[in-house]
């Protein structure tokens, strides 16, 4: 296992790990991990843990000892992340309840597979933050009204 980081505004990570289910913990936890240092809220964090889940999942898909590599690059608040794997099996198609799952939780995604080669990436963006709801102090009688 690899993992290297850059630091500064447009900071990157790589990781490159074993091509098996075990392994993708790790790619989930890289992912959520960089989200929270941009400060995320823990719905946006879910996510882009569900989708990296999703997409590392397939792509190692009959991949036998192959190495998954992923990058995870930051810009400003968002975050890309890109995969990519050795595998001679085709590609599978995904099931209709993963692209839904992946249309609602990424910005945007694309996967392919092109000489033996499989790929994957995400765009994500945290929602924007809406306005906190003030309290109404005066809709609730004082104590000393009790």
């Known amino acids: 296992m690899a993992l290297i980081m850059g630091e500064g505004r447009g900071s990157s990570a790589r990781l490159q790990v074993p091509a098996v289910p075990s392994s993708l913990r790790l790619a989930r936890l890289t992912a959520s991990s960089l989200a929270a240092d941009l400060d995320w809220s ?4 879910e996510d882009l843990r569900i989708a990296v889940d999703e997409l590392t999942a397939l792509l190692i898909e009959g991949a036998g000892d192959a190495v998954l590599e992923l990058d995870f690059a930051r810009e400003d608040r968002s975050l890309l992340v890109a995969g990519a794997c050795e595998c001679p099996a085709p590609l599978g198609a995904l099931d209709p309840l993963a692209l839904e799952l992946l249309g609602l939780t990424t910005d945007r995604y694309s996967i392919e597979s092109t000489e033996g080669r ?3 990436q995400i765009e994500k963006s945290p929602t924007p933050h809406e306005a906190p709801i003030e309290p109404i102090d005066d809709a609730l009688p004082s104590p000393d009204d009790a």
């Open 42 to 45: 823990l719905d946006d964090i």
């Open 118 to 120: 499989r790929h994957f």
